[in-house]
Structures are given as C-alpha cells and as structure tokens.
C-alpha cells in the first residue's frame, strides 16, 4: 500500500500550505484529494511535486506491504 503521509510532513517542514501549492505552483484541488486520499498519482505528477518540494520520492509517498494476500 502507498500512503502518502510524508507529503503533509515535508510540506509542514519547508513551511508550505496547500494554499500556496494551489495558487503559486498550480497544483490542483483534485491532486490535494487524491493525495489526502491515497489514491494513485502518476509518475509525472510525483516529479512535478519532487520538483516543487526539492525533494525525494520517498519525502511524499510510503510503501507498505499489504497483509491480504
């Protein structure tokens, strides 16, 4: 499963609100919510938000093993 959890703590961390990712980057309202979600994203918008944040994969998303196999 791909939480993505450490996107809200790296946003907290370089002082950005989902305000300013809106109106100063572009991001989408629907991205947020998919986002908040954990719903899956492209890899072309995980780039995007590298870009944005300066940062790494692994700063937005998380991987963990399902249990239901």
């Not at 907290?12 to 994203?41: A, C, M, Q, W």
């Amino acid at each position: 499963m791909i939480s993505f959890e450490p996107f809200y703590k790296t946003l907290k961390e370089k002082d950005i609100s989902t305000y300013k990712l809106i109106n100063e980057f572009g991001v989408s309202r629907s991205l947020l919510d998919r986002l908040k979600h954990n719903k899956p994203i492209s890899t072309v918008t995980l780039d995007d938000l590298c870009k944005i944040l300066s940062c790494r994969v692994q700063d937005i998303l998380l991987f963990t093993e399902d249990d239901t196999k």
